[in-house]
């Protein structure tokens, strides 16, 4: 599946002599839209060999919902490990993936922090039987692979830019694009520590770093789900001027940064710079 470009008429862009796009990867699917699908498709073999996934996330993952999702199309059972205590009723988001077949246990917040050392997911085993382990945010070596398809569908660009959370889709577009191109990722974690990540993932996926790519971590706006008035002010005034309802906790905290890197003269005149919705 791939997903519509279209071009935004922005005067922030434009003044700098600068032609902005968007990868509308949001329009994929609506259960399994943008970057989920992308990291999930060649994880869904072997979630089908195993018969059960287990994943983590917040109560608002969006991974969750989509590995629930993809267990109820595809045909494997999905187990979803919720950081933080259980809280009733449900959100939505939890309570979607719960119709969806996806069976939820919660775990205390010092466990959560050491969720892939080997004794907690033993006792996760012992609980549940055995289980195909999917990261949180669903970022591993397959979840890359399929990410770097989505750099072979946008040939053209000088500049690719998406938003990072476990840094899979940075780690896979980076690795898709070509020599020319170069990739952009704007973390949504404070902390600093992306590039370590996106490179360990390429590395897992690759042995070897990829491509033309880093992360600025500027545009944060507090931190993970976190905000403050200016982004609710910028994403108000996007869909004002654009239409499209930007996600806070993801696309427009990076669609902020391109414009304000662009301001900035961050970009040289005459680029073509893509900025990817992942949904």
Not at 77 to 96: C, K, M, Q
Not at 213 to 222: I, L, N, Y
Not at 240 to 247: M, P, Q, T
């Amino acid at each position: 599946m791939t997903s519509p470009v279209v071009e935004l008429a922005d005067e922030r862009a434009a003044r700098r002599g600068l032609r902005l796009f968007l990868k509308r990867d949001d329009l994929i699917h609506p259960e399994l839209p943008g970057n989920k699908w992308r990291k999930l498709r060649h994880n869904i073999g072997p979630a089908r060999a195993h018969g059960t996934v287990l994943t983590f996330g917040g109560a608002y993952s969006n991974h969750v919902r989509a590995t629930a999702a993809a267990g109820k199309i595809f045909g494997f059972a999905t187990i979803g490990v919720i950081r933080g205590e259980e809280r009733l009723p449900l959100n939505d988001s939890l309570a979607r993936a719960e119709r969806m077949g996806m069976r939820l246990a919660y775990m205390d917040r010092t466990t959560y922090r050491r969720k892939h050392e080997p004794d907690v997911v033993d006792a996760l085993r012992d609980r549940w039987g055995d289980f195909y382990l999917l990261p949180e945010g669903g970022s591993n070596a397959l979840a890359v692979q399929g990410c770097a398809e989505l750099g072979a569908e946008v040939p053209g660009f000088d500049v690719v830019c998406c938003p990072c959370g476990t840094g899979g889709t940075l780690a896979g577009l980076a690795a898709g694009l070509a020599p020319d191109q170069r990739a952009l990722g704007f973390s949504v974690l404070r902390g600093g520590f992306m590039d370590g990540e996106v490179e360990r993932l390429q590395r897992e996926a690759y042995g070897e770093r990829r491509g033309n790519w880093r992360v600025e971590d500027g545009f944060h706006f507090g931190g993970y789900a976190r905000g403050t008035p200016e982004l609710d002010a910028f994403v108000e005034d996007f869909a004002a001027r654009h239409g499209i309802v930007l996600d806070r906790i993801y696309t427009a905290k990076m669609m902020s940064g391109v414009l304000a890197l662009a301001e900035r003269g961050a970009f040289p005149e005459g680029s073509r710079i893509l900025t990817v919705i992942t949904g």
